[in-house]
């Protein structure tokens, strides 16, 4: 008897000091993991939102680089972290593509994570490097046809969406070209840049400025319209890759079982970072378009991330292309 109310006290005790954290949370930083390399579009993403978010919330937001298997690393990282709201995650189209590309995987993108919202959407952009023997799409078509043996195509590894975008356009064109997978997008434009690889698909945030300053040729955007950062580029779509299109998503989440209030607090300090305007003018100068706010909701996370994968999972496997 006297045991079972020490328990329960100590239970009751427990419950107050859990309630009272919440009540003061945050009370330290908050550590917001991304699955690619510093300096890429996702890093871009999420160090713009952090340092709002930083005002916001009276805590530092730090950003967490794990990186590998094209995002996974991360993502299985985060599914195991502690649950106490000083974890969260940023990842994109990769949550949901991955259950298909991979046979195995360390976390469940549909069990394991509390959502807290959407974020920004992103168009994504054909490049080749500098010297890249082709003036426009169709010469580079035309290119990567008769060459396909010796093009080397960069990606941020299986199961990022520069991936996904170069697999669908290697299909299009019937060609298989070599893939070079790097740790994320900075890793890949660097190689880019020093000419080590030939060409790659990727998002805005990433190759607007090394688009505007010459430093890559750029073939078409990703979008089925055109995209207000690059005007002038026609998309993939009316160059004749018909229906081609491929917009990065971008989320954030938690580990499961993270408190409610929490989520929600965090809910309501990503939506006010996408309405600081700092964030605004850094997203419309690389090309990303803040999600409306209404839909900026945990449960439209949520749907979004089970449409896409129903999308991609049929795709995907058409291609035949799986990791272990
Ligand atoms: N843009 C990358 C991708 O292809 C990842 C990154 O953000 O570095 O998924």
């Known amino acids: ?23 003061n949370w945050p009370s330290k930083p908050v550590t917001l993991v991304v699955p690619f390399a510093a300096g890429g579009p996702t890093d871009v993403v999420a160090r713009t939102l952090a340092a709002s978010m930083t005002k916001s919330l009276g805590q530092t937001v730090v950003v967490e680089n794990k990186l590998g298997a094209g995002g996974n690393v991360a993502a299985a990282y985060v599914a195991k972290a502690a649950n106490d709201g000083y974890t969260f995650f940023i990842h994109h189209n990769g949550m949901a593509t991955s259950t298909a590309l991979y046979r195995k995987l360390q976390y469940d993108a549909t069990k394991d994570f509390e959502y807290v919202s959407q974020a920004v959407e992103v168009p994504m952009t054909l490049l080749a490097r500098k010297d890249f023997p082709a003036s426009n799409f169709q010469e580079m078509v035309a290119y990567v046809k008769a060459n396909k043996e010796k093009i080397n195509l960069a990606t941020a590894g299986l199961g990022a969406v520069s991936q996904l975008c170069g697999m669908m356009f290697q299909r ?14 900075a890793p890949a434009m660097n190689a880019l840049l020093g000419g ?14 090394q688009i505007k300053a010459g430093n890559v040729k750029l073939y078409g955007v990703t979008t089925k319209q ?16 018909k229906d081609f299109e491929v917009v990065v998503w971008h ?10 209030a929490i989520v929600d607090s965090m809910n309501k300090a990503v939506r006010a970072a996408l309405k600081d305007p700092d964030v605004v003018k850094r997203m419309d100068d690389l090309g990303a378009e ?19 994968i ?7 496997r058409a291609g035949g292309k799986f990791a272990d």
């Open 251 to 260: 989320g954030v989440y938690a580990p499961k079982g993270t408190p409610a």
């Open 172 to 185: 299009a064109l019937g060609v298989q070209l070599t893939e070079v997978p790097f740790q994320g997008t």
């Open 226 to 241: 055109r995209v207000k950062v690059l005007p002038q580029a026609p998309t993939l779509h009316e160059q004749g890759l």
């Open 310 to 316: 129903d999308r991609w999972g049929p795709v995907i």
């Open 196 to 209: 080590q690889v030939d060409v790659m698909c990727d998002q805005t945030t990433q190759t607007v400025p």
């Open 290 to 308: 803040i999600v409306p706010d209404a839909t900026n909701t945990p449960q439209a996370l949520q749907a979004h991330l089970k449409s896409e």
């Open 1 to 23: 008897m006297q045991l079972k109310r020490t328990a329960t006290m100590l239970l009751g005790l427990a419950t107050a000091a859990f309630a009272q954290a919440q009540g």
